[in-house]
């Protein structure tokens, strides 16, 4: 290596020049302001706190207390709960530390499978099988795109697991929280939400409230539609379960809790607070134009009787354009970065698991960007243009760049 600063800095501006031209249209990613990108690097990314404010095993944290106090009020007051943890580093750990503090190993969990939308922590291949938790899945309706209520809440009461978790990935309409959380806490079981996908939604008073319609807890990632840096966040209303929950983040799942991301994550709360209902509302109302605009150009988009979506996702069937790994990689081409998924039709196969049916689009970080209904449409007809009419990536790749090449400045700060 003869110059590594030069060439590492080739690489991140490779990746800072490319993403300025391409659509992101990932549901699990937003940009940051520059005042969150601002506070993200502070000497506070050298320290060590281990241990809650005012009780660290470290000398030299008076600062750290104080930035961990702000962030965490702030956290607890936009989703009007007494308690939030801000110290677990992503939504994974989140729900380990959720995990912990309800069950035991051997104890069963109960979530929607992965094709149904469930985050693969929620799991036997993920965090729950890792924590030696048994997993059952719940009954789904392909028709609602939903949680089946009637038949999940006879399942849940003959086999009573310990842990009801609710929220998801594949995520266009609320789950039923307030249907059955009752179920579950008639037996003495726990509801958890994972909040990840919707927490920016959640926070401006869209989508669902999970705590107040039942949940016990909300564990989330602080990056995707709530637009701060990347980590976890748990919030409560019950103190038992906060003081383990505060038990198991520290010691047992994080110790250095990169306390760096905490101002950058209070500034995102701030602007969450001030700009959040605006964004939200445009959030899903351009989820909804870009569904209709895809739907009517001949996607096969997900459609139930509340309409596309409620969130900031729209989900399209592709087993007939070529399935979801190649409309991924097509569009990827063109510069527009989407994700391939599963669907609850999928049946699972090794090559269905290489090439789900479908593709999930998220519009929240465009909407940043300033995009609206106009852009959906446009977005809509490149899709097409790309993806049915197989035009060639090369040329409307072009279209893509210069329609991008007008929202560079982030938005709602
Ligand atoms: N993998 C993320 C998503 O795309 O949903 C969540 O962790």
Redesign the pocket.
Known sequence: MTDPYSEISEIVNNQNNWRKQCINL???ENATSPAVDKLLVSDFAHRYAEGLPGHRYYQGTKYVDDIEIYTSKLMAKLFNAKFAEVRILS??QANMAAYASICKPGDTVASASIPCGA?VSHTRWGAAGFMNLKWRSLPFSVDSFNIDIEKASEQLKEEKPKLLILGA?LFPFPHPVKELAPVVHDYGGKVLYDG??VLGLIAAGFFQQPLKEGADLMTA?THKTFFGPQGGLIVTNDDDLFKKVQNNVFPSLVCNHHIHRLPALAMAAAEIEKFGKQYAQDVISNAQSLAKAMADAGFDVVKTSRGFTESHQVVVHVEKLGGGKNVAELCEEANIIL?KNFLPTDKISPAVMDNPGGIRIGTQEMTRYGMGKKEMKQIAQLLKRLVIDKEPADKVKTEIIALRANFQKVGYC
């Open positions: 990932i549901a699990s939504g994974t985050h990935s990840a996908h990632s994700n």
